[in-house]
């Protein structure tokens, strides 16, 4: 984990989303699914984000602009500085048979780099509209559905499903035969363990998501 002051290389819109790329520096990419605080101009607290792609010197982050936080970082352009620290987390195991990939939403978002890792296998992404759904070009062999279809509909059995997305969707993916890694989410203040502002809690019990998560295991 290190933290740098990295360099705006690009701001590409993708439907709604912002798809910022930024020189990568001293920062290791990490494995898909570790993610990164990102230091919003002018907000007090960095915001999480997962890592989209990691072309050759660069790091690329695709962002959702929910919120102050998120929309101050889809406003930096091209040769503005940017906060990073991380590597953060656990990101998805990579050892397995079967592999799909799950996203709904901006949770697209650290499928394109997972994809790469695992050889592009089969995806299926959801989304609320359309337009949202232009974030699927990110995404080699993408099956994708648009609402009121729901992504958990086109799972199929005995896959090694690998997912990112809505708590619902997650929850829907869990209830399910077969093993599964599914990112989850919660607001963050530090992450790497210290604030505890992160922790939910998963089959009773009480984890820090920062460090235990963001991907958790769940067993067959
Ligand atoms: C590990 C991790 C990886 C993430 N990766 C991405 C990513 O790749 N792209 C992306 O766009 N977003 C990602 N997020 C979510 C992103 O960090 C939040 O949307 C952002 O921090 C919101 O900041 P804001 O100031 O724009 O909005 P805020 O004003 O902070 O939040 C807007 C609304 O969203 C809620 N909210 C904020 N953060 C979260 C959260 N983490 N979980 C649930 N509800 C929340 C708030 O309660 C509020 O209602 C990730 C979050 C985590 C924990
Ligand atoms: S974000 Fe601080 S303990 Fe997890």
Redesign the pocket.
């Known amino acids: 984990m290190r933290r740098a002051l990295l360099e705006v290389r690009a701001n590409e819109n993708v439907g709604p989303y912002t798809l910022l790329r930024v020189d990568r520096g001293p920062i290791e990419p990490g494995a898909p699914g570790q ?1 990164f605080m990102l230091e ?1 101009p002018g ?1 007090l607290l960095p ?4 890592l ?1 792609l990691a072309p050759a010197g660069e790091l690329a ?11 101050a970082l889809c406003d930096l352009v091209r040769g503005d500085r940017l906060q990073v620290l991380g590597p953060l ?1 656990n990101g998805f195991r990579l050892d397995v048979e079967r592999p799909l990939l799950v996203g709904g939403g ?1 949770g697209v ?2 499928l394109p780099y997972l994809s790469e890792l695992l050889g592009r296998p089969p995806a299926v992404l959801g989304f609320r509209s359309d337009w949202h759904a232009e974030a699927a070009e990110l995404v080699p062999r993408a099956t994708v559905c648009v609402e009121p279809t729901l992504v958990t509909e086109l799972v199929p059995d005995g896959m090694d499903v690998l997912a990112c997305g809505p708590e619902p969707m997650l929850e829907a993916v869990r209830g399910r035969d077969g093993a599964a890694q599914l990112a989850w ?4 203040a530090c992450g790497y363990g210290a604030c505890y502002g ?1 922790a939910v809690e998963i089959d009773g019990e009480l984890r820090r ?1 920062c460090v235990d998560g ?1 991907v958790l295991s769940h067993a067959a």
């Open positions: 993610f919003a907000r915001r999480p984000m997962s989209c982050f695709l962002i959702d602009p929910i919120g102050p936080g998120t929309r987390g901006i978002a650290p989410e919660a607001p963050m992160c998501l963001p």
